[in-house]
């Protein structure tokens, strides 16, 4: 069998065992964030923190909510790391440092997992699972809710209430990540991934010699950082490192935890709007731009244009043989595609063309499918644009799900819209022009353009993954890589939480002649339209100075 044709097939199993889940884990989670019973387990918390889940907020009180529950998490997790010290199981490990400590709490709490540390050297056990792990999950469930919000907004009329933060918090956590994190621990346990509380010990080489390796709680964190789509590994070497991703099957396997509740989550939408088709139009639109990436990645490193490929009859830089070529590109367009962040292979070594597709499916904003949460109520924003570009042409007042699109919401839209492409290309900006430490870039020319340029884009989209030819761990970096977490996870949410609470104001109007039919094929089409040309647009430039330049030279 040729490596194009595993290929495929690879693609294809993916492909069918997303189709398989769809539909039983979209209706689960619609149920999960409409009903209107508790669990014990919840009820229990709810009394803890001292929330009445029963309450209906306002986008702003919801809000107020989502930055109090993550400016805690930042403030605890950065104490954790800087008390590492004397905390049990650290094995030696002292007190992670300021900048840093600040940094990696910014990025777990963001769901960025942004690490410029090396995990297996710097976190004992309990900063690994009761800060980084506990995050993962709560993260996550933090952007599921800000999309439910949404989601409610355009499904309510005449009411400022958009549901209760505490409530979605809990519901997504426990009734969602955790058992569904905890069945694939189980599969990732059994197919070789580490699970245990070990302390060092050395391990033998090929070459000879030893070296000294960490166990932990490895498949558990790897199974919520895959779905929750986090991405911060347990080892440096992430998800190449065989202690977290061993087989050509568990790498498949992470691809699908990565891909699984983004995609599913296009039918919770259609069912609580009342139109599963139109949930059908929104996922038809991720998976036609993450189906293209994927080919397109594929296409490019199979091709190993230059003389060093050609040699070794493929671009195998910065792979692991145990996935291949195929592999390795299927899990860096799915990675970049949503906000994991987490690699099975060095990006930085990817063919010009294949590192400029990595850097653009985080710079579309990260919504084919997206992170969980993130993705859904993006492409949703995404949407809102669509449907007033298609309404311009018209002459008529745009509308979506019965909602009339006023200028409020337009603004609203479009600043969500523009914060990310604003924070990349002006932090980008300011590292290439002031004099920052001269060992940052270890690359010159396109390349060195394209780490730095890459860093940022990870970071403010909340992606977490790097070209490793740049060292992050400076003050400027540490700094200006938290400020892009913060910023490019929280003013989006302001703006689309702004956005629900106008259009849950806003009455219903009927469906007319002149309505767009938005749960067609037709509008699939403009919205990955729309998608690809406004981020070209912003983009384009940047890219012309990096990756293009790179794959042409």
């Not at 919840?42 to 009180?61: K, L, M």
């Not at 993260?139 to 355009?154: D, E, K, N, Q």
């Not at 979605?168 to 580490?194: E, N, Q, S, W, Y």
């Not at 490192?241 to 989550?265: A, D, K």
């Amino acid at each position: 069998m040729t490596p194009e044709l595993a290929g495929v097939l690879q693609l294809l199993a993916l492909v069918g065992a997303l189709a398989l889940v769809h539909r039983p884990a979209g209706t689960y989670m619609a149920r999960v964030y409409s009903s209107t019973k508790h669990l014990r387990v919840e009820r229990w918390i709810h009394r803890g923190i001292g929330a009445d889940p029963d309450s209906g907020q306002t986008w702003s009180a919801y809000l107020r909510g989502v930055l109090a529950f993550s400016a805690v998490g930042v403030l605890l997790l950065y104490l954790l790391q800087r008390l590492q010290g004397i905390l049990p199981g650290s094995y030696g490990f002292g007190p992670v440092g300021p900048a840093q400590a600040f940094n990696t709490a910014v990025s777990f709490v963001t769901n960025t997992n942004w690490q410029s540390y090396y995990g297996e050297q710097t976190m004992g056990h309990v900063v690994q699972t009761a800060g980084l792990a506990v995050q993962n999950f709560v993260s996550a469930a933090v952007g599921m809710a800000v999309a439910v919000a949404l989601v409610r907004g355009f499904a309510r009329s005449r009411t400022g209430e958009l549901g209760n933060f505490w409530c979605d918090l809990v519901r997504g956590t426990v009734r969602i990540l955790l058992p569904a994190a905890t069945v694939a621990a189980l599969v990732l346990v059994a197919r070789g991934v580490v699970q245990n509380f070990s302390g060092i010990h050395e391990v033998g080489q090929f070459t000879g010699g030893a070296r000294q390796w960490t166990g932990g709680a490895v498949a558990s964190q790897e199974a919520i950082k895959e779905l929750g789509t986090n991405g911060g590994g347990y080892f440096n070497a992430n998800s190449a490192h065989p202690y977290e991703n061993p087989t050509p099957f568990t790498n498949l396997f992470e691809i699908f935890l990565i891909l699984v509740i983004p995609f599913s989550l296009t039918r919770t939408f259609g069912l609580m709007v009342g139109s599963v088709r139109q949930g059908h139009a929104v996922l038809a639109a991720m998976f036609t731009i993450w189906l293209g990436f994927a080919s397109l990645m594929m296409w490019t490193e199979f091709a190993h244009h230059g003389p060093a490929p050609q040699a070794a009859g493929a671009a195998l830089e910065g792979k692991e043989i145990r996935f291949g070529i195929a592999g390795s590109s299927l899990f860096a367009v799915s990675t970049t595609l949503t906000s994991t962040g987490a690699v099975d292979s060095a990006h930085s070594s990817l063919t010009g063309p294949g590192g400029g597709i990595a850097m653009l499916g985080m710079m579309l904003g990260e919504i084919a499918p997206g992170g969980v949460g993130s993705g859904l109520y993006g492409m949703l924003v995404m949407a809102v644009v669509a449907v007033f570009v298609a309404g311009l042409m018209v002459g008529r007042t745009p509308e979506y799900l019965g909602k009339k699109i006023g200028p409020r919401e337009m603004k609203l839209a479009a600043c969500h819209l523009l914060v990310t492409p604003a924070l990349v290309l002006v932090l980008t900006a300011l590292s290439l022009a002031l004099p920052t430490p001269p060992d940052s870039t270890l690359n010159p020319g396109p390349h060195g353009f394209s780490e730095v340029l890459y860093a940022f884009t990870s970071a403010a989209n909340n992606n977490g993954s790097a070209f490793a030819g740049l060292n992050a761990d400076t003050d400027w970096y540490n700094t200006t890589t938290a400020l892009a977490m913060l910023l490019g996870r929280f003013l989006p949410m302001v703006f689309v939480l702004a956005l629900a609470g106008s259009l849950a104001r806003r009455q219903s109007v009927p469906v007319t002649a002149g309505t767009l039919h938005t749960g067609k094929p037709l509008f699939s089409g403009l919205l990955v339209g729309a998608v690809l040309i406004l981020t070209g647009l912003t983009y384009f430039p940047a890219l012309a100075l990096g990756p293009l330049a790179e794959g042409l030279a």
